[in-house]
């Protein structure tokens, strides 16, 4: 039985066309929502322990950072194989071979504790399945939701990679037990951590599994219901169009800072080795692009714009970026720079990471019929690119010269500007209305 919740069905209007919705869709949410927390627990697990974890390992914090790096580096070319599966064998299985990928091998990081190469291993075939699931919200929004409802259904699963990003940042440090006077922490936390995280990471593949339905028994709006083209008939017409092309190069500039940033704050902010300082910070930052994500998507929905929230979110890292780094230079004071931090963390997330969900859903828009998780790949592949450019660079640079890291922020900052140019010169959705 396809949808056993049939029985009290929701109506959405398009172009005089009936479109029905059911209750069920939220159920997939959910469970997508999961999935999709869990994969970034397992993207960023190190992020907010890097030193300790470079203790343990007995390898350099270089290293550690790799192991955040490897998901931006194998996501570029297993992108379009993600798109080609999903668009071949649907919602369900396409992103379900991600699924799998992740939660096995999440699960078997820690079976050989303390070895690096065998937890490297894992982290590049986890990294491999990542991109079949980052790659599939907007077709799950399309699929299973209305008009009305994509972009927050789009929000809420980037809300949900959001928390599970604060939820590592906040929760890998106590479970690891991270502090100033105890950086090589023990076998046994280590191992519990990890477990931890790659055993929820197990438990959502088992649900996906169970309770993933492949598409509703009625199309749920009018760009489910109109033909699509293939993936790779596809992919040659997105650049045709000239706000496709803009947006591609804005995300490449907010997803990918963002990439870098989060995964490097231990580097960044230079805060004594134990200090959960950063941790905490990115910790508000992702708290802000929570609330984001669901106000900024709502209005967006509710009032059919996208051009504006992306406008601000431009504006937001162009702002906030060097005052987050910079807040050292203005006070003296290191519980003033902290309290500032945590303040323009908050903002800077409101603005830059709530723009997700707008322009995932926008990109999917203006491309249609080509399928949602071509362009949303696309989206995503650009923001993993700049990611891997940027903290790469700063890698480099605290391996052979640390002075010189304040230049990756004046290059973050410089991107921003462009992206508010390249944010003006977009047409809004009205004007490709079906």
């Given at each position: 039985?396809?949808?056993?919740?049939?029985?009290n069905?929701?109506?959405?209007?398009?172009?005089?066309?009936?479109?029905?919705?059911?209750?069920?869709?939220?159920?997939?949410?959910?469970?997508?929502?999961?999935?999709g927390a869990?994969?970034?627990?397992?993207?960023?697990?190190?992020?907010g322990?890097?030193d300790?974890s470079?203790?343990?390992?007995?390898?350099?914090n270089?290293?550690?950072?790799?192991?955040?790096?490897?998901?931006m580096?194998a996501?570029?070319?297993?992108?379009?194989l993600?798109?080609?599966?999903?668009?071949?064998?649907?919602?369900?299985w396409?992103?379900?071979?991600?699924?799998?990928?992740m939660?096995?091998?999440?699960?078997?990081?820690?079976?050989?504790?303390?070895?690096?190469?065998?937890?490297?291993?894992?982290?590049?075939?986890?990294?491999?399945?990542?991109?079949?699931?980052?790659?599939?919200?907007?077709?799950l929004?399309?699929?299973?939701?209305?008009?009305?409802?994509k972009?927050?259904?789009?929000?809420?699963?980037?809300?949900?990679?959001?928390?599970?990003?604060?939820i590592?940042?906040?929760t890998?440090?106590?479970?690891?037990?991270?502090d100033?006077?105890?950086?090589?922490?023990?076998?046994?936390?280590?191992?519990?951590?990890?477990?931890i995280?790659?055993?929820?990471?197990?438990?959502?593949?088992?649900?996906?599994?169970?309770f993933?339905?492949?598409?509703?028994?009625?199309?749920?709006?009018?760009?489910?219901?109109?033909?699509?083209v293939?993936?790779?008939?596809?992919?040659?017409?997105?650049?045709?169009?000239?706000?496709?092309?803009?947006?591609?190069?804005?995300?490449?500039?907010?997803?990918?800072?963002f990439?870098?940033?989060?995964?490097?704050?231990?580097?960044?902010?230079?805060?004594?080795?134990?200090?959960?300082?950063?941790?905490?910070?990115?910790?508000?930052?992702?708290?802000?692009?929570?609330?984001?994500?669901?106000?900024?998507?709502?209005?967006?929905d509710?009032?059919?714009?996208?051009?504006?929230f992306?406008?601000?979110?431009?504006?937001?890292?162009?702002?906030?970026?060097?005052?987050l780094?910079?807040?050292?230079?203005?006070?003296?004071?290191?519980?003033?720079?902290?309290?500032?931090?945590?303040?323009?963390?908050?903002?800077?997330?409101?603005?830059?990471?709530?723009?997700?969900?707008?322009?995932?859903?926008?990109?999917?828009?203006?491309?249609?019929?080509?399928?949602?998780?071509?362009?949303?790949?696309?989206?995503?592949?650009?923001?993993?690119?700049?990611?891997?450019?940027?903290?790469?660079?700063?890698?480099l640079?605290?391996?052979?010269?640390?002075?010189?890291?304040?230049?990756?922020i004046?290059?973050m900052?410089?991107?921003?500007?462009?992206?508010?140019?390249?944010?003006?010169?977009m047409?809004?959705?009205?004007?490709?209305?079906?």
């Amino acid at each position: 039985m396809e949808n056993n919740s049939t029985e009290n069905i929701e109506v959405d209007r398009l172009d005089k066309t009936e479109y029905k919705t059911y209750p069920y869709r939220w159920v997939v949410l959910g469970i997508f929502m999961f999935v999709g927390a869990m994969s970034q627990v397992i993207w960023i697990t190190f992020a907010g322990i890097t030193d300790e974890s470079a203790g343990f390992y007995g390898v350099s914090n270089g290293l550690i950072l790799l192991l955040s790096l490897m998901f931006m580096l194998a996501y570029i070319p297993f992108n379009f194989l993600a798109c080609w599966a999903i668009d071949r064998f649907g919602l369900k299985w396409g992103t379900g071979i991600g699924v799998i990928i992740m939660g096995v091998f999440g699960f078997l990081r820690p079976v050989i504790p303390g070895n690096y190469g065998w937890l490297l291993f894992c982290t590049i075939m986890t990294a491999i399945g990542q991109p079949f699931i980052l790659n599939s919200f907007t077709k799950l929004a399309a699929t299973w939701f209305p008009e009305k409802e994509k972009t927050l259904a789009t929000g809420l699963g980037t809300m949900a990679m959001l928390l599970g990003v604060i939820i590592t940042f906040l929760t890998a440090p106590m479970l690891l037990g991270a502090d100033p006077n105890n950086p090589d922490p023990s076998t046994y936390r280590m191992n519990l951590t990890l477990y931890i995280f790659g055993g929820l990471m197990l438990l959502s593949m088992v649900l996906y599994l169970i309770f993933v339905k492949n598409k509703p028994p009625t199309p749920a709006n009018a760009y489910s219901d109109k033909s699509k083209v293939l993936a790779t008939q596809g992919t040659f017409s997105l650049f045709k169009n000239r706000d496709f092309t803009l947006l591609f190069l804005i995300l490449f500039i907010g997803l990918g800072v963002f990439n870098a940033i989060s995964s490097a704050l231990d580097l960044i902010f230079e805060y004594p080795q134990g200090v959960d300082t950063p941790s905490y910070i990115a910790g508000v930052m992702i708290v802000g692009g929570i609330i984001g994500a669901i106000v900024f998507s709502t209005l967006s929905d509710k009032y059919q714009k996208r051009k504006i929230f992306i406008i601000l979110a431009m504006f937001g890292g162009a702002i906030f970026t060097p005052l987050l780094i910079f807040a050292d230079l203005m006070f003296t004071q290191q519980i003033a720079i902290d309290v500032f931090r945590y303040i323009v963390s908050f903002f800077y997330g409101l603005l830059l990471v709530s723009a997700l969900p707008v322009g995932l859903t926008f990109a999917a828009e203006i491309t249609h019929p080509v399928p949602e998780e071509t362009s949303n790949g696309f989206m995503m592949w650009i923001g993993q690119v700049c990611g891997v450019i940027l903290l790469g660079g700063m890698i480099l640079t605290d391996k052979f010269n640390p002075g010189l890291m304040n230049i990756s922020i004046y290059i973050m900052t410089g991107l921003f500007v462009i992206g508010i140019v390249l944010s003006f010169l977009m047409k809004d959705l009205d004007a490709y209305k079906l």
